[in-house]
C-alpha cells in the first residue's frame, strides 16, 4: 500500500496489521528515549490547508519519533483565494524531494486528486478532507477501543459484536464517514444517531443503523462505545437546530445519559470538545471517557502507518 | 468548391434512399438520378437537416481563453450543427443590444454556423432587474430566446413579468431551473453517492420546485415558457403534467443527462462537474423515455468549455460544465437509435427542427426537401469512435474521452457550404 486516502483503502488484515503495529510504536512511546531510526533520511511534509494544531502536532511527533525529517506547510485558505493551486503546491513539494506528504484540505476529495494527478510521486496520507474522510482518526479510535477491550491481549484482534453509536453531525463529519468504513471491516456494528436535519437524506449506502432519538438507543441497544462528534460553530447559526441548548438537551451527553450506560462501556470524542454542548464536564472528565487516551494513541498509530507505508522493508503487497 | 452539387444515394430519415441537389444555398431537387457538376457519393450515409443547438457557452466575449465564437463554432460544426444559441453569461454579460449584435456579427465573421444570441433576462444575471428585452429583440440580433442561465430567474415577480413582456415580441424565457437557496454550496447531486462522498448535496427538489412553480406562472399569463436542460425524474413529471395540462412549456435535456451518473463522481474527477449535476440510474432512464415519448422536446448540448486550470484542481474548486458539442449527435444516436426505441426522424426533431421553431429560427430546422436552405448533416451511422481529447474547441473537459460512442459525422453543410468534409473542418467558413 502507497497511499492511505480512505478507510476503505484497508481491508480487514491490513487495518488489524496497522493497528498491531500502533502497539509496538505505543512500546517505544512508553521508553526514556522514545525515538526510532526507522524514517531517517526521509522527507515527510505536513500540508496543510485547513487549521488543526492538534492533527498537525499529532503528525509530527509521530514523524519526529520515526526520524524523519519533518516540514510543516501551512497554506491557509483555498487555492483560489491563495493564488496558488493544489497542484502548484504539489509539483513544489515534489521538486523539493518529500517522500509523504500528510494532507489536510477543505475540500472533500483533495488527498485523492493529490494522491491519482500524477503531480507528486510521494505516498499520500489523507489527514481529513472536507467532509468526506479522516482515515488515521478512525485508527485511532479503533486502536482505543480494541485496547479498553482487550488490554495486553489486543494484537491480532478486531472488534467484533461491539456496539457503537456515532452521536452528532454526521452529515458533515469525516470522523464518521472514516469510522463508519473502519468499524465494519473490523466487525463493529454501527449506529448513527442524530437530528435528521444533520443526518445524509438518503443514507442508503451506509451501513449503519440510523436513529433520532439518543435516549431510545440508549434504552433500547446494550452500547459498548458512543462516540460523540463535535458541532462547528458554523452549524449553529444555519437553522440545523433550533439553539444550542436544544441540542444539548436531546442529543448532548451528560451525567445523566452516562448513567444509563453499562460500566465497561466507554465515551470518546475526536476533541476539541465544546463543553456543555455535545458532551458535559462529569462525562468528559469521567473515568469512562477516552478523550486523552485518543491523543496518546494517535501518535502511535500515526507511527503505524507512517511506517507501513514509508518503511522500505515491507512487502508493498502485505499492508 | 463548387456551389452546385448533388448528394448521391443519401439515405433520409424516413429510411429512403434518395439523390439531393444543391444550388447556391438551396436545396433544388430530392429524388432519384439528380445531376449537376459535382457528384458526392453518400452511399450509407444518413442525411438530416443540419443541427441546431438552443444552449452553447461560446464564451465569447470575455472569456476567449475558454472558448470563441470561431472555435465554438467550428467545434459545434463538426458535431453536425449548422446553429447555436449562444448563452447570455459572457463578460459582459449580452444583457444589451450592443453585446448580442457583437456576438451575431462575430458569428456572420466566422462563418462555420448561424450565430443566435441568447439575451439575459435581467442585467448582469443578478435577477433584480429586467434587461431592455425589447432592445435586443429589436436590434439586427433579433434576439428571440432570453435566459439568465448559469443562474435561476428565482424572484417570482420578476419571471411573472419577463414571461409576459416578452410576448409583445413572441420570445420566450429559458429558464435554468434552481433554486439558489437550496442548493447554497452544493457540489453534486443530494442522494447516495453525495452522502458517502461529503460533497454537499444538490437536491432534485431544486430544480423541480422551480419548474413546478414555472409551469404556473406560464399557465396564468399565458405565455411561452422553456426549461433548460432537465436532470431529474421528477421534472419529466412536472412537465407531463404541464403539457396534459395545455401549458406552453417545452423542455431540453443535454447529451450527458442522457448517460453519465453521479456514480462517476466517485473519481472526484472534475471534468464531471457540471450544473445541473450528473444525476442518478433512475434519473437517466427517465429522461431517456421522456426523450422517446416527447415530453422532452430536444436535446440541448449545454456546451460549456473551461481551462485546464479550472478543471486541473480540487473539486470544490473546479468549475461547473463540460463540453458537449462534438459528441451530441453520437449520444442522441445511441439513445433514440442503437436502444432500438425510437428513429431518425425522432432524432431530427430533437436536435433540429423542435429547436429551431422553440428559437424561432427560421432558416433553420426545415426538412429535406426541395426549397428549404442547405443547411445538412450527413452521419455514417455504422461508424463508431473512440473520444478524443483533442476537438475544435479550445477547451478539453470533454467528459466522453476514452468512450466508444455510435455515428461520426462526415459532412456539415452550411446554407449549401461545405463547413465540415469527410470529416474534416473547412479551412474557412462561409462568406
Given at each position: ?80 483565494s ?80 461491539v ?101 465497561s ?35 502511535s ?19 | ?31 432519384a ?65 450592443g453585446?448580442?449584435e ?7 465573421e ?20 429586467l ?24 424572484d ?49 427538489v431544486a ?101 485546464i ?91 466522453y474521452v ?19 468534409r469527410?470529416?474534416?473542418l ?6
Amino acid at each position: 500500500m502507497k497511499n492511505l486516502l480512505s478507510a476503505a483503502d484497508l481491508n480487514r488484515e491490513s487495518a488489524i496489521e496497522i493497528l498491531d503495529i500502533a502497539e509496538e510504536m505505543a512500546g517505544v512511546n512508553d521508553r526514556d528515549i522514545k525515538k526510532l531510526p526507522t524514517l531517517r533520511g526521509k522527507t515527510v511534509v505536513n500540508l496543510f490547508f485547513e487549521d488543526s494544531t492538534r492533527t498537525r502536532i499529532s503528525f509530527e511527533l509521530a514523524e519526529k519519533r520515526l526520524s524523519a525529517d519533518v516540514i510543516n506547510f501551512t497554506a491557509k485558505g483555498s487555492s483560489v483565494s491563495k493564488g496558488e493551486s493544489l497542484k502548484d503546491t504539489a509539483q513544489t513539494l515534489e521538486a523539493m524531494g518529500a517522500d509523504a506528504v500528510v494532507i489536510r484540505h477543505p475540500s472533500s476529495g483533495a488527498a485523492q486528486i493529490l494522491a491519482h494527478s500524477g503531480w507528486i510521486q510521494g505516498s499520500i496520507i489523507n489527514a481529513g478532507d472536507g467532509t468526506h474522510e479522516h482515515p488515521t482518526q478512525a485508527l485511532l479510535d479503533a486502536y482505543t477501543i480494541r485496547k479498553r477491550f482487550h488490554g495486553s491481549d489486543s494484537v491480532g484482534k478486531g472488534l467484533d459484536g461491539v456496539k457503537v453509536a456515532i452521536v452528532g453531525d454526521i452529515l458533515h463529519s469525516r470522523v464518521a464517514r472514516s469510522n463508519l468504513l473502519l468499524l465494519n471491516r473490523l466487525g463493529a456494528e454501527v449506529h448513527f444517531v442524530a437530528p435528521p436535519t444533520l443526518l445524509p437524506s438518503n443514507p442508503s449506502n451506509l451501513n449503519a443503523e440510523v436513529h433520532f432519538s439518543l435516549d431510545e438507543i440508549l434504552s433500547e441497544i446494550d452500547l459498548d462505545v458512543v462516540m460523540m462528534l463535535r458541532i462547528q460553530s458554523e452549524r449553529m447559526n444555519a437553522s440545523y437546530f433550533p439553539s444550542e441548548r436544544e441540542y444539548s438537551r436531546i442529543w448532548g451527553f451528560n451525567a445523566h445519559r452516562l448513567s444509563k450506560l453499562k460500566d465497561s462501556a466507554i465515551v470518546m470524542h475526536p476533541g476539541p470538545m465544546n463543553r456543555g454542548l455535545e458532551i458535559d464536564a462529569v462525562t468528559a472528565d469521567s473515568k469512562q471517557s477516552t478523550v486523552l487516551e485518543q491523543v496518546t494513541n494517535g501518535v502511535s498509530v500515526r507511527m503505524a502507518v507512517l511506517y507501513a507505508l514509508l518503511s522500505g522493508e515491507r512487502n508493498a503487497d502485505v499492508i | 468548391m463548387s456551389s452546385n452539387f448533388v448528394l448521391k444515394n443519401v439515405t433520409l430519415a424516413a429510411g429512403d434512399t434518395k439523390d439531393i441537389q444543391v444550388s447556391d444555398g438551396l436545396i433544388v431537387a430530392v429524388g432519384a438520378d439528380l445531376a449537376a457538376d459535382e457528384m458526392i457519393d453518400c452511399t450509407g450515409l444518413v442525411a438530416l437537416p443540419g443541427f441546431v443547438d438552443l444552449h452553447t457557452h461560446l464564451r465569447e466575449p470575455g472569456f476567449e481563453q475558454s472558448e470563441t465564437v470561431l472555435t465554438g463554432t467550428q467545434s459545434a460544426a463538426l458535431g453536425g450543427f449548422t446553429a447555436v444559441h449562444a448563452m447570455a453569461n459572457t463578460m459582459p454579460v449580452a444583457d444589451t443590444a450592443g453585446v448580442v449584435e457583437q456576438v451575431a456579427s462575430l458569428g456572420i465573421e466566422a462563418g462555420y454556423a448561424e450565430v443566435f444570441p441568447i439575451g439575459a433576462v435581467t442585467i448582469g444575471l443578478e435577477g433584480k432587474q429586467l434587461a431592455e428585452l425589447g432592445a435586443m429583440a429589436n436590434s439586427k440580433a433579433q434576439v428571440k430566446v432570453f435566459s439568465d442561465d448559469g443562474k435561476c430567474v428565482h424572484d417570482p415577480v420578476i419571471m411573472r413579468r419577463a414571461l409576459e413582456y416578452v410576448k409583445a415580441f413572441d420570445g420566450v424565457i429559458a429558464q435554468h431551473a434552481q433554486e439558489p437557496r437550496l442548493t447554497e454550496g452544493a457540489q453534486m447531486h443530494e442522494g447516495a453517492v453525495s452522502a458517502e462522498l461529503g460533497l454537499t448535496g444538490w437536491p432534485s427538489v431544486a430544480e423541480e420546485s422551480i419548474i413546478a412553480r414555472d409551469v404556473l406562472l406560464a399557465e396564468h399569463v399565458d405565455s411561452r415558457i422553456h426549461i433548460c436542460h432537465l436532470s431529474t425524474a421528477g421534472s419529466v413529471e412536472i412537465i407531463r403534467w404541464a403539457k396534459a395540462r395545455g401549458i406552453k412549456v417545452t423542455a431540453e435535456v443535454t447529451p450527458h443527462h442522457l448517460l453519465l451518473t453521479d456514480e462517476l463522481v466517485r473519481s472526484y474527477d472534475s471534468v464531471y462537474k457540471v450544473n445541473p449535476p450528473l444525476r442518478t440510474e433512475e434519473d437517466v432512464e427517465a429522461l431517456r423515455e421522456a426523450l422517446i415519448d416527447g415530453t422532452i422536446d430536444i436535446i440541448a448540448t449545454d456546451h460549456a468549455p473551461h481551462p485546464i486550470e479550472s478543471k486541473d484542481c480540487e473539486w470544490n474548486a473546479a468549475a461547473f460544465g463540460m463540453l458537449g458539442l462534438e459528441t451530441a449527435a453520437s449520444i442522441a444516436q445511441d439513445v433514440l437509435i442503437e436502444s432500438g426505441k425510437s428513429s431518425w426522424t425522432r432524432l431530427a426533431e430533437v436536435l433540429s427542427s423542435a429547436p429551431a421553431r422553440i428559437g424561432g429560427d427560421d432558416n433553420q430546422g426545415q426538412m429535406i426537401q426541395t426549397g428549404s436552405v442547405a443547411n445538412i448533416v450527413l452521419i455514417d451511422p455504422k461508424a463508431t469512435r473512440k473520444v478524443v481529447a483533442d476537438s475544435a474547441s479550445k477547451s478539453k473537459n470533454s467528459p466522453y474521452v476514452g468512450l466508444e460512442l455510435p455515428g461520426r459525422v462526415v459532412h456539415t453543410i452550411f446554407k449549401g457550404y461545405f463547413t465540415v468534409r469527410d470529416a474534416q473542418l473547412a479551412q474557412r467558413g462561409r462568406h
